[in-house]
């Protein structure tokens, strides 16, 4: 995740699985529903039945997975290695890149398990998918953790506050793994999939392309303080958001009923 797109796509993605999970939750609420997740629907005779069936979001996964790898390769020209061996001494090469492909793996495997269990399994397993979810945040929290080695004054700051939320977002997907169907951990786990997205796309914007066009200063206790409170505007939004979300998935669902 080096550069501005590095940060801009991995968190647009992030955000944009946030807002299914918002949804998803909204209809489970509304519908007063236990189980999120819809069931496949009956099958019909035609051409694009099997389609109109299918499940997308691990194919979606999928996809951003491998758009990540060739934006990661292309940045480096396409010339990853992993060992250089000069005057005789053994060095690891692109540590944070070989960093952001394994993560980029995590999703990749995560969205293959969505396909099979979705898609190809005579009856869909919840557990194995919702395992794989929690097992891409337990890689990518310590990876997180050792990409701050090399950062100081706001970077080390904007990168703590990430920490943060993909700790609190980890441990949700744990606990949820004995507790599929609780409401409460589905919210908590849509609102930190938003905070995390939103959070990542502005550390891109707030190292790379200012939108002041003034750089952050690492010495600056103001630059430094301020990063704190757009955080906290952050998550203050993504709250309303998934407010505004509930209610408009009220109103549509209201106004369906009615006219059926």
């Known amino acids: 995740m080096g550069g501005f797109e590095g940060h801009l796509y991995p968190g647009l993605s992030l955000f944009l699985y946030g807002l299914y999970h918002a949804g998803l939750l909204s209809r489970a609420v509304i519908c007063n529903s236990l189980v999120q997740y819809p069931s496949h629907p009956p099958c019909n005779k035609g051409r694009w039945a099997r389609l109109r069936q299918m499940y997308y979001i691990g194919f979606l996964k999928i996809l951003s997975s491998c758009i990540l790898v060739v934006q990661e390769l292309h940045n480096i020209h ?9 005057y ?6 692109y540590r944070k890149q070989w960093q952001h492909l394994t993560l980029y793996l995590s999703f990749f495997l995560n969205g293959c398990v969505d396909v099979v269990s979705q898609n190809l399994l005579p009856k869909r397993c919840i557990v194995l998918e919702q395992g794989a979810q929690a097992l891409s945040m337990c890689l990518l929290l310590p990876l997180m953790v050792s ?17 943060q939320v993909l700790f609190l977002l980890t441990l949700v997907l744990i606990v949820e793994l004995w507790a599929p169907n609780e409401l409460l951990l589905r919210m908590l786990k849509a609102f930190l999939y938003l905070v995390t997205g939103s959070w990542l796309m502005q550390i891109g914007f707030m190292l790379y392309r200012p939108i002041s066009g003034y750089k952050w200063m690492d010495d600056d206790k103001n630059d430094i303080a301020f990063a704190t409170t757009f955080f906290c505007w952050h998550v203050a939004f993504n709250a309303f958001l998934m407010i505004w979300i509930y209610g408009f998935s009220k109103l549509w669902y209201c106004y369906h009923v009615t006219n059926a």
């Open 88 to 93: 005789h001494q053994r060095n690891f090469m």
């Open 78 to 86: 396409w010339q990853l290695v992993l060992i250089s061996k000069m």
């Open 147 to 163: 990409h701050m080695q090399d950062t100081e004054g706001v970077e080390l700051q904007i990168h703590m506050l990430l920490i």
